[in-house]
């Protein structure tokens, strides 16, 4: 094993961006992430993808079409869309989607092993949009050696 000072750390930060056709959108973004830690060239380490927005975020689960249906009904249920949000008082009509960030959460760290993302089978990284039809973004943070 190598010592602190003998590492050769890595260090990669990448940005997406994002302006969705509709409000609610979930996008797999997984190749992305699987494309920086490749241009960082690590084989040991993590990647942190995060939203870099409070009415979004970033989760890992399976691409299946009807499981993410039922997250985005799932989540409808627990945060719907409505004017009762004490939040829109501000001028604001999204009230909904910053809880909705909450329950899905703003970012993931992947493990990286042999150069690629150390997932279980079916495992993906999605962005979820709750606030869409503006320009948003997400970091990609590739750290390792």
Request: hydrophobic share 40%.
């Amino acid at each position: 094993m190598k010592t602190l000072g003998e590492r050769n750390m890595k260090i990669l930060t990448e940005y997406l961006f994002f302006s969705t056709r509709r409000k609610r959108e979930y996008i797999d973004i997984t190749d992305q992430v699987n494309a920086a830690v490749r241009k960082c060239g690590i084989q040991e380490g993590m990647v942190l993808v995060s939203a870099m927005h409070i009415t979004a975020g970033v989760y890992v689960n399976d691409a299946e079409d009807g499981l993410i249906q039922d997250i985005d009904k799932w989540l409808e249920g627990l945060a719907p869309f409505n004017a009762g949000y004490l939040h829109h008082q501000t001028g604001e009509t999204n009230g909904d989607a910053h809880l909705k960030s909450l329950l899905v959460h703003h970012q993931v760290t992947v493990p990286v092993t042999a150069g690629k993302l150390d997932f279980g089978p079916w495992q993906r990284v999605f962005y979820a949009e709750f606030d869409g039809q503006r320009k948003k973004r997400v970091v990609i943070k590739v750290m390792g050696e």
